[in-house]
């Protein structure tokens, strides 16, 4: 574990935290912590605290809070030191950066857009393994679709708390500097007046140019690649992605209103859940370099 990811409705004015179970067996019996030891922990607000444990038993952890000397959202420069392995005091810990972290991959990270990756209700527990990576990669906002394809609405009732657990465990294990949020269900037409696209004609161009809406697609429908579109260095990206079976006409239609342009991720035939994954890390690893391949393109 890297940092203990905060519930949703913990209030700060209480300044504790009482831990149960298996996450307090986790702390106590595999990472070995006890009274005194201290590691970051990770508000939904992407505040930064850190924890001190006051009282620990196998069942039950008692946890002290307080701000980071940077209180509130911090830019992200890598990992966050693991706390595995045995006591760290509270003057060894630093909640605000890795201990690790260096100004080049500061500058690196700072280049990542803010990401919401939308993914239409898939079968089973498929959709966690999305949830668990798009944490670890600093998604901003996940949001399950409702599509026309997906699983209905009414199945998926009652997912929504284990893959809140998922979140948890993913932004805990990662060390990620950002608070993912998941969001409760919506259609396609409800996702895209939620989140249009900020350019409809894909003509802005530089940096800061607003949100830059994607709908994967497995047919080659696309006007531009996926470079060109990134290359418009957005301030956010929301990446669609369907379920088996993809999208619907009149969801590519409802898309398209709204601005977002059609991508594709190749000729290979991807599960829904690879899909989402794959385009995922493609966004990630072309923003993440981008003044890599903008400065050999335009000679800087």
Same mark, same amino acid.
Do not use: N
């Given at each position: 574990?890297?940092?203990?990811?905060?519930?949703?409705?913990?209030?700060?004015?209480?300044?504790?935290?009482?831990?149960?179970?298996?996450?307090?067996?986790?702390?106590?019996?595999?990472?070995?912590? %006890?009274?005194?030891?201290?590691?970051?922990?990770?508000?939904?607000?992407?505040?930064?605290?850190?924890?001190?444990?006051?009282?620990?038993?196998?069942?039950?952890?008692?946890?002290?809070?307080?701000?980071?000397?940077?209180?509130?959202?911090?830019?992200?420069?890598?990992?966050?030191?693991?706390?595995?392995?045995?006591?760290?005091?509270?003057?060894?810990?630093?909640?605000?950066?890795? +201990?690790?972290?260096?100004?080049?991959?500061?500058?690196?990270?700072?280049?990542?857009?803010?990401?919401?990756?939308?993914?239409?209700?898939?079968?089973?527990?498929?959709?966690?393994?999305?949830?668990?990576? +798009?944490?670890?990669?600093?998604?901003?906002?996940?949001?399950?679709?409702?599509?026309?394809?997906?699983?209905?609405?009414?199945?998926?009732?009652?997912?929504?708390?284990?893959?809140?657990?998922?979140?948890?465990?993913?932004?805990?294990?990662?060390?990620?500097?950002?608070?993912?949020?998941?969001?409760?269900?919506?259609?396609?037409?409800?996702?895209?007046?939620?989140?249009?696209?900020?350019?409809?004609?894909?003509?802005?161009?530089?940096?800061?140019?607003?949100?830059?809406?994607?709908?994967?697609?497995?047919?080659?429908?696309?006007?531009?690649?996926?470079?060109?579109?990134?290359?418009?260095?957005?301030?956010?990206?929301?990446?669609?992605?369907?379920?088996?079976?993809?999208?619907?006409?009149?969801?590519?239609?409802?898309?398209? %209103?709204?601005?977002?342009?059609?991508?594709?991720? %190749?000729?290979?035939?991807?599960?829904?859940?690879?899909?989402?994954?794959?385009?995922?890390?493609?966004?990630?690893?072309?923003?993440?370099?981008?003044?890599?391949?903008?400065?050999?393109?335009?000679?800087?």
């Amino acid at each position: 574990m890297r940092q203990l990811a905060l519930p949703p409705g913990w209030d700060p004015a209480e300044g504790a935290l009482t831990l149960r179970g298996k996450e307090a067996k986790r702390l106590v019996a595999v990472l070995r912590l %006890g009274p005194g030891d201290s590691f970051p922990a990770l508000a939904a607000d992407g505040s930064r605290y850190l924890a001190t444990v006051a009282a620990a038993a196998p069942g039950l952890v008692e946890l002290r809070l307080r701000p980071a000397e940077a209180a509130g959202p911090v830019a992200p420069s890598g990992p966050l030191a693991d706390v595995r392995g045995g006591a760290r005091r509270a003057a060894d810990v630093d909640a605000r950066s890795p +201990a690790d972290a260096s100004a080049p991959a500061a500058a690196w990270a700072a280049s990542l857009p803010r990401i919401i990756l939308a993914v239409g209700i898939l079968k089973g527990s498929k959709l966690d393994d999305v949830v668990r990576a +798009a944490a670890e990669a600093g998604v901003s906002s996940i949001v399950p679709l409702a599509s026309e394809r997906a699983v209905p609405r009414g199945e998926f009732a009652g997912r929504l708390s284990r893959l809140a657990r998922v979140l948890a465990e993913a932004t805990g294990q990662s060390g990620s500097s950002t608070a993912t949020a998941l969001s409760e269900p919506l259609s396609v037409a409800e996702f895209v007046a939620r989140y249009p696209a900020s350019a409809p004609d894909g003509r802005a161009e530089g940096p800061g140019t607003g949100r830059l809406g994607l709908a994967f697609h497995e047919a080659p429908l696309a006007e531009a690649s996926l470079h060109r579109y990134c290359s418009r260095a957005p301030d956010e990206i929301a990446a669609c992605v369907g379920p088996e079976g993809g999208f619907s006409p009149a969801e590519l239609a409802a898309f398209a %209103g709204g601005g977002y342009r059609l991508a594709w991720l %190749g000729p290979s035939v991807l599960r829904a859940e690879t899909a989402a994954v794959f385009a995922l890390a493609s966004i990630r690893a072309l923003c993440l370099e981008r003044h890599e391949w903008t400065a050999i393109k335009y000679g800087a």
